[in-house]
Each structure stands twice: as structure tokens, then as C-alpha cells.
């Protein structure tokens, strides 16, 4: 199966290095928002990439891309790879692209073969996977896998008041010649690659890992309310400081919420403070809480303890957390992971299994079709930031690794989960 | 000498609530950002008003706003009276416009007199005074006494990146016909009406403050250095995260310097956090620091124990602590305190000495001529919010007793302080 190459590794690396360009920040990053002009170019990019093989484009309403390579059975549930092409304000060149340039080499390596596919093979690019212009993230395989409404997407807005339904019409305006089909397919099975984002695979000298699932995320949104007031005349004791109260409840919440133990994890990202002047007492702050756990119990104590402390800090103010996420740990499809063991073995690269820490698509997709996840090294284990770096030879072989897997399943009568 | 009324309460009142519709919010305040398309359509109105009273105009390298009535003799030095047309961004509708307004209607009223003033009479707005789009505030008065450099003042740069002098000069840009004249000059004495901005007067059913001085002000901005990381991979233990060292000094500093003694007044009112995106670890948390007392002693020593708190509770992360303003407690003059006890008795209004909790840019002015502050009351000793209120009948009240000052200063041959 190894004697030919499966994939044009040259090809994958000097596409995604184009398509870094598109949105690329002075320090070397990507800033790429959802819905954004930039992923509208990044779209065009794409879409003319996977024309030249013969895939076809198309959309649905919650703005996912796909590029089909058309099987022999159009009928059958076809088989769906990707990841998402939006990133962090300052983020790298290989989050969530890595893994749709990947897909997409391994389809058109499959097209250019003799032998059509048994079915469909489909690559995908969700919406909204990083959730940094629209709140909360994978709204694209939330709303494809039916866990979340159209019309709730529709309504998020981001920081300048434009909503996602606002911004998904001006991307499908933008391009009005990819066809829209219904949202949500059945699908035979779903692979992601993407980067580690974290320091195991390098620490273990590992080019390939075998992802058995995602650890447990929970996110809330809080909202402290006070009374403003002048800095120089308002007496402290009269004073209903949002900020004052904020200050206890995010040192609290760091002291004790994330020293839990050594797998928690517990970010508070974003802070607004209302009405940001420097002589004015702040009469509302709200802010981000992200907390992630492998162990469901755990993860849920956390989340009930988060409420009791943000109102235990509270007075003289009021507060509100109001839980966005909530997303349980997961384990990924058996078969797949073997397949990929399997892959990784027969071309040489050594591989490991692990969990996932960081939250991806596929545990959306995973509830509705056999899943699995292929993970790569990235350089120190940092991601969602300018310098995030994978190393070709890496992206090369993950990239064959879900060649290999995608044409066995591709060529299989039936793919059982 | 009050036989006559010294002022149109009527004409006052209507053309401040005229001014108020510049920049009005819905909730019924005013949002006027320093140099901003709000400010020049104030100079404009306020100009068009001074100009019906044979007053002209003209300004300043620092974007002060001068309004002269001619007097006998120009080669003395002039009387300066006003305050400032900017706000914060969710002001109200007499904090520094009262001062201004109160100040024109004075002069504009002794305009109307048949003799002539000894010296020259200026209203003045300041710019910047509050220091909420260009930090810190008080620019123009500062720049007019010479205690700030005008370079450094164009370079400050608000949240837009927008610097002071690019503002400044398209402000001079849309008034052409407005002449320029040099920064400073000597004046004879400032006067300068403001609403109380506290609850003091209001509280004792008193009409007129005779401010004795300001209190003491030091503010800072504070910059915590972190890394940026993964919200769902980074370990705790391997994170320098930003805004949990941010946590830490914030709540230290409300809990210690917030309970110094019951004159303290310690404020954090922004707050900015980089790269401000819910799964990512803060790489960066800036913040400004609001501290006042009236005594130097205290102010100074907690000055000190606030860089003290916020490197105890830096690391893992890196923290700077730039001081920006520093202003000791002052006093007025003794001589312009005693003429505005004296208009207020003759006048029949209840007057009470006190010192401002807020900063003015007659502390500057006091520098550098004989100065003083009339105070009127506020509703609730609300300022800085948009339901700030004066009553009609203590803006008239105030005005009054500072066109009898201004008056007696206006016609006297010399002017001691």
C-alpha cells in the first residue's frame, strides 16, 4: 500500500503556507476571523485548490464549505474529513488548517487515482470552531449535528454588535456560485488531523497520535453589577464596585478552582469592564470562564463550585453565570483508532494514543457517525499564538497517515463503527 | 450691587441644555470625547454665543478655547474664568459644561454693562480635562502652566490609536477662522465654577461651596507581562497567566489601600486584556490606577505600597508600575475665598467652605496666579453618570456669585493674591 506515495507532501506544505497568508499578522501568525473577509478568501483559495481536482463546492446554513469528490454509490452515506480554517486573533499558520489542507491533499491524491471511491468522500470546513469573534465556538458541527439551533447561531453577536446571521449571508453573498444543500447528512464516518496544541507528542519523540478522546469542557459567562460613580468624590463604603468584586472573585476562583489537581484546566480570557474610564467606578464587568477536566465528576463539581464562589465574592454587587458550554470528555470511534494504529505502523512513524486537552469538532461529529482524530507535534506544545509551528515532515506524515485510513474506508463496500 | 440681577438665569440655563444636546445619550447624558467631532461642534456653539456679545475667539498649540472680552487697558494681565467641554463617555450634562456656561454668561452678562472691564476677561475651556479618551486628563491646563510638555502631550494616543496631536490639529483644521495664539500667558486671577461632584452641599441644604482646595490625586498604569497559551492543553502549573496575577494585585490593592482610612478613594477603571479571547491564557493585563487623599502624607505612603503590592503579587509574571499623575493637595487663594463668601452672603445664599474630592484644572491654574473654585450642588452627589443633575436654581446661584467676584475683580485696578 506504502510503495507509492499517497499524498504530494510538497504540494500540502506550499498550499498551507499560502494560505497563511490570508490573514497573516507582522509577528507571523494568523488572524482569521469566522465569517470574516479573510475566510472568505480563504474559501476562494480552497475552492479553486479542490476545483482543479474535480471536487465540487457547496454550503449549508450554517456555513460550512464542503468540496465533494464524487463516489461510485452517490447514494451512500459518503465519508467526511476536515477541520476548520477560522483561527485566534493571534493565532498560528496550523490550527484547524492543517487539518482541511490535509483532508484536502488526501481527497485530491484519491481523485487522482484510476479507481473512483465507493462513495462520496467530502471535505469539510466548519464554521466558527474557535469561537473568538462569535461566543460560543463550534457553531458549525454544533448546528450540522443538530446539538444547537440555526436561529440561536444566528442571534450571537460579536464584539461590534454584528451577528452570525449577519456575517453568514454576507459570506454566502460573497460567493454566489457554491450551491447550498440541506443542513446536516447522515455520514458513514468523520477524521480530523489536527496539531497537538500541546507538549506531549514532542516530549515522546512521537510523530502520530492516536486521539481516544477529548477531555470534558465547560464555559460560562459572568456578569458582576454595580453602581458607577466619580473616582475622586464616591466614598469606598458607599461604593458598589464591579471591578473590586470581579478582583475577588478571579483570585478566588484561580486559588481554588485551578489548583484542583494537575489535570485541571481553568482560564479566564476575556474581562470588559463598563464604562472603562480611569475616573470612573466600574458599574458592570463581565467575563470568560473556561474550565476543562478528563474526569466528567470532576469537571461538574468544578462548574457548581464556580457559581457558589462568583457569588460568594459578589457583594456589595450582583452577579450572574450563565453556563454556555457544556461539553463531557469523549471516546472516539475503536475501529478508526486501529485503522490509524494501523496507518501510522505500516508507514514507519512511531505514534501513541492520548487524549485530547483541547476541545475539536469531531467530538460533535462523534456523536452522530464513527469519529477519530489523527494528532501531530507542534513545537513546544504551543498553540493559539503567532509562533505556533508544526514541522513538515510531520504535517507530511500525518497527512499520509489519514490518506491511508480515508482510502481504506473509501474502497470498503460498508464501514461499520 | 445685586439691586440688578448680574446674569440671564433664563438665557444660562436654556444654552446649557442646548450644549447638552451635543453628544446627548439616549439614556440622558452626554458622551463629548475630548477633541472629537462632539468638542468642535461645542466650540462651535459656543463661539456662535460669545461672538453675539462682541467676544472672540481664539486657541492654543494645546486646543484650549479662549473667549475675550476686550478691556480699557490690554496690556495688563487678563482675568481667566471656565472649565471644560469634554465628558466622559457616559457623563452627564454639567460636569466642566456648567463651569463654562456659568462662566460665559458672566462675562457675557458684563459685556452688556456700559463701562468697559480694566483688563481683558477670558473664558476659557480646557482641553481634556477628563482624561477618559487621551490619558491622563487635565492636558490643556497643564500645557497652559507649562508643568506638561506639549510633545509628550501629542504623542499620548487614545484606544483607536488616534494621537493627541493628529486629534488637535484636525479640531484647528475644522475652525480656521478661529486665530491661534501662544501657549500661556500670564493671567491676573482663575475662577472657576463646577458642580460638587459629591454629596456634601446637598447634604446641608447649602447652595454655595467656597472650595479651600483640591485633595491629592496620583494615578498609575500598571502592565502585567505573562505568556499566551492554550486554554485547554497548558498546564496550571506551567501558565504565567496575566490576569490571574492581575487578580491577585487588584484584590490585594481594593482589600489594603481601599481601607487606609475613610478619606481614601482607590479606583480601578480599566481594565485591558491581551490577547482577549475566551480559550486563550492572557498574555498581557494593562491597568490604570485612581488613588486620592487630602493629606500628602498618606497619599504619598500609598503610592509607595501600591507598586509594593503589585510586584508582591506579580509572579510568575513580569509587572511595571508607571506612575503618570502625581498632584499633591493644594489651596486656593485666601483673598479670591473670602469675595466669593462675601457675593454669596450678599446675595443671600447659603455658602460652606469645603475641599474638592475631584480634580480640577484650577490645581493648575493655582500654580501660577491667584485661583479659586465656586462649587454648586449635584442631585445625590452623582457625577460621572449620565442622570447627573444640578437644579436650575443653583447653576443661577453659582453663576451669580461668580459674576459678583468676577465683577469686583474685573474693575479694580490691580488684583492681589
Not at 387 to 395: L, N, R
Request: overall charge negative; aromatic content about 4%.
Amino acid at each position: 500500500m506504502t510503495s507509492q506515495p499517497l499524498i504530494n507532501a510538497d504540494r500540502l506544505w506550499s498550499r498551507l503556507m499560502a494560505l497563511a497568508e490570508i490573514g497573516a499578522t507582522p509577528a507571523g501568525g494568523v488572524n482569521r476571523q469566522a465569517l470574516s473577509d479573510g475566510e472568505i478568501a480563504a474559501w476562494r483559495r480552497v475552492i479553486g485548490w479542490a476545483g482543479e481536482a474535480g471536487l465540487t463546492p457547496s454550503t449549508d446554513a450554517a456555513g460550512n464549505l464542503f468540496l465533494t469528490l464524487a463516489g461510485r454509490d452517490r447514494g451512500v452515506p459518503p465519508l467526511l474529513l476536515g477541520s476548520h480554517l477560522d483561527s485566534q486573533p493571534t493565532g498560528g499558520k496550523f490550527d484547524g488548517a492543517a487539518g482541511v489542507m490535509a483532508a484536502l491533499e488526501a481527497v485530491v491524491s484519491l481523485a487522482g487515482q484510476d479507481e473512483k471511491p465507493a462513495r462520496d468522500v467530502i471535505v469539510v470546513a466548519w464554521m466558527n470552531e474557535e469561537g473568538s469573534r462569535f461566543a460560543p465556538g463550534m457553531m458549525g458541527s454544533e448546528a450540522f449535528t443538530g446539538e444547537h439551533d440555526m436561529d440561536a447561531i444566528r442571534a450571537a453577536r460579536d464584539a461590534d454588535g454584528v451577528s452570525v446571521g449577519e456575517a453568514l449571508d454576507r459570506v454566502h453573498q460573497a460567493l454566489p456560485d457554491v450551491p447550498h444543500r440541506p443542513l446536516g447528512f447522515t455520514t458513514s464516518a468523520y477524521l480530523e488531523l489536527h496539531i497537538e496544541q500541546g507538549p506531549l507528542l514532542e516530549a515522546a519523540a512521537c510523530t502520530i497520535g492516536i486521539v481516544t478522546g477529548i477531555q470534558g469542557k465547560k464555559t460560562f459567562q459572568v456578569v458582576v453589577e454595580g453602581s458607577e460613580g466619580h473616582a475622586g468624590t464616591l466614598a469606598q463604603s458607599e461604593r458598589r464596585d464591579a471591578l473590586a468584586a470581579f478582583a475577588r472573585m478571579a483570585s478566588a476562583l484561580h486559588a481554588e478552582i485551578g489548583t484542583i489537581d494537575t489535570d485541571i484546566k481553568f482560564t479566564i480570557g476575556r474581562v470588559a469592564v463598563v464604562p472603562y474610564a480611569p475616573s470612573v467606578v466600574p458599574s458592570r464587568v463581565s467575563f470568560s470562564i473556561d474550565l476543562r477536566h478528563p474526569d466528567n465528576a470532576v469537571l461538574d463539581a468544578a462548574g457548581v463550585r464556580i457559581a457558589t464562589l462568583c457569588k460568594a465574592n459578589a457583594s456589595p454587587c450582583a452577579v450572574t453565570v450563565t453556563p454556555l458550554v457544556d461539553a463531557p470528555s469523549n471516546a472516539f470511534d475503536a475501529r478508526l483508532r486501529a485503522d490509524i494504529g494501523k496507518a501510522a505502523r505500516e508507514q514507519g512513524h512511531s505514534a501513541m494514543t492520548m487524549l485530547s486537552a483541547a476541545g475539536h469538532d469531531a467530538r460533535h461529529l462523534a456523536k452522530v457517525c464513527p469519529a477519530a482524530m489523527i494528532f501531530i507535534p507542534c513545537r513546544d506544545g504551543a498553540s493559539h499564538v503567532e509562533h505556533e509551528w508544526a514541522e513538515p515532515d510531520h504535517v507530511a506524515a500525518g497527512a499520509s497517515v489519514l490518506a491511508q485510513v480515508l482510502r481504506e474506508l473509501a474502497f470498503a463496500p460498508a464501514i461499520e463503527g
